[in-house]
């Protein structure tokens, strides 16, 4: 083992209620992060860490969560969606392009997620 | 703005007292991230942001951060040192050697840090 091949951050920042900007978890704990764990274990990837955040400041994307060393970042993300993200992106190298946060949108006021 | 120039990441993680591995903040605050953030935004850094994660499985070398995408590693960090990440790395793009951890070390059970 070395550099991680991915090193996968998931948000799991929860905000006070009324907080202008939403949470990515609710309380903390993300079924997402959960079943991306599963997934790269049930994939054999021993040089991937899937690793918990906090605030990522994507939050209108979010559930959000980031892949480097590449930067890809995947917004609005289900727990349903991780087994996809672990075969395309992890395994095979092609990032799941239907999640992606389009990189106009990365920190950006202009975001149209951005009320 | 854009897809961030630095993503350095900042362990906060807490083990329970007598756990196996050390952790790399005591009570989940950390005067290192605080540095950081005020350096970068002293030097005038809009596009770097310094985020809090938690376990980077590093633990022997806590605390711990990580830079991305570029994908360094840095160890046993004081507070003292913030002003030197962010100078030299941050603004110069020289990472600051004497605080890398060695790549023989990331994820090694060899790793001489590991008891």
Redesign the interface.
């Known amino acids: 083992?070395?550099?991680?091949d991915h090193?996968v951050?998931v948000c799991?920042n929860v905000r006070p209620e009324g907080a202008p900007r939403p949470s990515c978890t609710a309380d903390g704990k993300s079924e997402v992060f959960t079943q991306l764990q599963q997934a790269t274990k049930a994939a054999g990837l021993t040089?991937v860490?899937i690793?918990?955040?906090?605030?990522?400041?994507q939050c209108e994307h979010g559930p959000t969560i980031?892949v480097?060393?590449?930067?890809v970042?995947y917004g609005f993300v289900k727990p349903e969606d991780a087994a996809e993200i672990v075969e395309e992106h992890l395994v095979n190298g092609r990032p799941v392009e239907r999640l992606r946060i389009a990189?106009?949108c990365?920190?950006?006021k202009a975001c149209p997620h951005r009320g």
Chains 1, 2 share one sequence.
């Open positions: 083992m070395s550099l991680y090193h951050f799991h040089n860490r690793n918990k955040s906090l605030c990522l400041d980031v480097y060393p590449e930067a970042w990189d106009s990365i920190n950006s």
